[in-house]
RNA sequence: GGGUAGGUGACAGAGCGGCCAAUUGUACCAGACUGUAAAUCUGGCGCCUUCGGGCUACGGGGGUUCGAAUCCCUCCCUACCCA
C-alpha cells in the first residue's frame, strides 16, 4: 500500500511499506543485475542516497542460483545490502536476448520478428532462454519466476510479462498482453499460495526488520499493449480485477518514439488505483522521468546512469527549474577538452567524485583503463539521478524548485 | 672486417608487379547507449576537394616496366651470428 503524503495535480509523493523498510516515493531504483550495482558498493550506494535496488531474476537464476542466495539468506544478506529490494522477472530478457539474437543472425529488429522466432522461445507455458553465454537452454514458466524471487528475498516482486519490440503489430500486440495477463493469474496463485502457507519464511537479513508491519513480499502486475490505445487499457483491465499490490507499466522504451511513451501513460495512468504504487519500467532519460513523475508515476529504473558513466557520459547539472527543458547537461568525460580541466565534474554535485577529483584526473584514468573510472563516474551519475528523485519527492508543485 | 635477416602510415604488423592511400590490431578523435549478453558498440583517422576527383606517400638515390611498397643496382640504417 502506498501511502501519499502530499499531492498536486497527478504527480504524488508518498512513502511506500516494504518487508525491509519504508522507500520514499517517486524512487530510482540503481540496477543490480548479477547481485550488484556494477562497480558501486552498497555502502556507497547509500551514502548516494539509495534506499532500494533491482536483482534480476534471470541472471541470477543462472549464475549463482537462486537456492544457493536462499541458503546465503537472500540476496540482501548476500550482497550486504541492508534495505529493500525489488526483483524484475525476466520478463525484459524475452525482448532484450530474443532481439539481440535476432539481430546477429542479420535481420533488423524494426522488421520485427516475433521473438518466439528468435533467441527466446514463447508458449503459453513459460519462455525458453537460450544462454548466450554456454549456449544452454533454460525454461522459465511464470511459477518459476516467481519461486526464484521469494527465494531471492525480493520485497517487490514482478510477474512475468513478455515484452514485445517495437515496432509490433496490433494482432500481436493483442496475443501477448493477453498471454501476459494468463502469466499473471499464474503468478498471483502461485505467489498467494506460496505466501500464505506455513512454510513462507521472510528472507530477512537483519533483525531491525523483523517488526515491519509488512510480512510478505508485494506483487506487482505488468501492463503491456505496445502502443495501442485499446490493447493498453484492455491490458490495464485484466490485470486490476486480479488486485496486484502495485502496477507497472512495461514495454516502453523499446525503440518508440518518445511522444507513443507519453500517450500510453495518459491512457493507462487514469486507470489506475491511486493508493497502489505505479512503476514505469526501465525509464529512463531525466526529463523521461520528470514527466512520467509529473503524470503520475512513483518508480523507475535505468541502466543509463551506471552503464553510461562506464562509457563515459556523465551528468551534469544546468538549471534549478526542472520544467525548464535542458536543466541537465551530459559530458563525455574522455573528449580532449577536459585534458587540463581540473575542475570537478559538476561544481554543484557534493558526492565523493565531485568533492575529491578532476575532470582531468577521471579523463586520464578514462584513457588509461583504469577500473577507478567507472566507478568513480558511476558514484557520480547515480547521485544524479538520486539527488533528481529527492527533488521531485521534496516539491509537491509539478517539476519546479 | 665477413655473413644473415630486415627497414611500410603515431606504434605493432600484413602486403611482395596493376583490384594499394595500402588488411588487421593498438593508440588517437567523435558519437550512441532506456525492466544490463554492454568497462560495449558505431563512425573517423596522409593532405586538398566544386565529393567527380586531385596530390604526396611503403629508408635515400638511381633503374627495369604501359604500370613498382612489391623486380634490379647502389648508398644509409637496424638486429643477430662469426672474426
Known amino acids: 500500500m502506498l501511502e501519499i503524503t502530499s499531492q498536486s495535480r497527478n504527480k504524488r509523493i508518498g512513502k511506500l511499506q516494504t518487508m525491509h523498510g519504508i522507500v520514499n516515493t517517486p524512487f530510482f531504483l540503481p540496477i543490480a543485475t548479477?547481485?550488484?550495482?556494477k562497480n558501486v558498493s552498497p555502502e556507497e550506494l547509500r551514502e548516494i542516497g539509495a534506499e532500494i535496488i533491482l536483482g534480476n531474476t534471470y541472471h541470477l537464476w543462472l549464475r549463482p542460483g537462486h537456492e544457493l542466495v536462499r541458503k546465503a539468506g537472500g540476496l540482501q544478506k548476500f550482497m550486504n545490502w541492508n534495505g529493500p529490494m525489488l526483483t524484475d522477472s525476466g520478463g525484459y530478457q524475452v525482448f532484450s536476448l530474443g532481439a539481440k539474437v535476432n539481430l546477429r543472425k542479420g535481420t533488423l529488429a524494426s522488421e520485427h520478428i516475433a521473438p518466439k522466432?528468435?533467441?527466446s522461445k514463447i508458449t503459453e507455458e513459460g519462455v525458453?532462454?537460450?544462454?548466450?553465454?554456454?549456449?544452454k537452454k533454460h525454461f522459465?514458466?511464470?511459477?518459476?519466476?516467481?519461486?526464484?524471487?521469494?527465494?531471492l528475498g525480493s520485497d517487490i516482486v514482478m510477474v512475468l510479462d513478455e515484452c514485445p519490440p517495437y515496432p509490433c503489430d496490433w494482432d500481436y500486440a493483442k496475443n501477448s498482453l493477453e498471454r501476459t495477463t494468463r502469466w499473471a493469474e499464474r503468478c498471483l496463485k502461485y505467489f498467494k499460495q506460496r505466501v500464505q502457507s506455513s512454510k513462507f519464511k521472510v528472507q530477512s537479513c537483519d533483525s531491525k526488520f523483523k517488526n515491519s508491519k509488512l510480512s510478505q513480499p508485494l506483487l506487482f502486475g505488468i501492463i503491456q499493449g505496445s502502443v495501442y490505445k485499446d490493447l493498453r487499457q484492455e491490458s490495464a483491465r485484466q490485470l486490476l480485477k486480479l488486485n496486484f499490490d502495485g502496477y507497472a507499466i512495461g514495454g516502453v522504451a523499446v525503440g518508440e518514439p518518445r511522444e507513443k511513451m507519453q500517450e500510453v501513460l495518459s491512457w493507462v495512468l487514469p486507470m489506475l488505483p491511486e493508493n497502489k504504487p505505479r512503476?514505469?519500467?526501465?525509464?529512463?532519460?531525466?526529463?523521461?522521468?520528470?514527466?512520467a513523475v509529473n503524470s503520475g508515476i512513483d518508480m523507475f529504473d535505468c541502466v543509463i546512469p551506471t552503464r553510461n558513466a562506464r562509457h563515459g557520459s556523465l551528468?551534469?547539472?544546468?538549471?534549478k527549474d526542472l520544467s525548464h527543458k535542458e536543466f541537465y547537461d551530459t559530458i563525455n568525460i574522455t573528449n580532449e577538452k577536459f585534458r587540463e580541466d581540473f575542475s570537478p565534474i559538476d561544481f554543484q554535485c557534493d558526492c565523493y567524485t565531485c568533492r575529491n577529483y578532476s575532470?582531468?584526473?577521471i579523463r586520464h584514468l578514462f584513457s588509461v583503463g583504469e577500473p577507478l573510472a567507472g566507478r568513480l563516474a558511476s558514484i557520480h551519475n547515480l547521485k544524479f539521478y538520486l539527488d533528481l528523485m529527492r527533488i521531485l519527492q521534496n516539491n509537491t508543485e509539478v517539476a519546479r524548485l
Do not use: C, W
Not at 128 to 135: I, K, L, M, S, T
Open 128 to 135: 525458453e532462454f537460450v544462454d548466450p553465454f554456454d549456449g
Open 315 to 319: 551528468f551534469i547539472r544546468k538549471d
Open 359 to 361: 575532470r582531468s584526473y
Open 34 to 37: 548479477k547481485g550488484a550495482v
Open 279 to 291: 512503476y514505469l519500467m526501465g525509464l529512463g532519460k531525466p526529463e523521461e522521468i520528470v514527466h
Open 117 to 119: 522466432d528468435v533467441g
Open 140 to 151: 522459465l514458466t511464470p511459477e518459476k519466476s516467481i519461486e526464484i524471487q521469494l527465494a
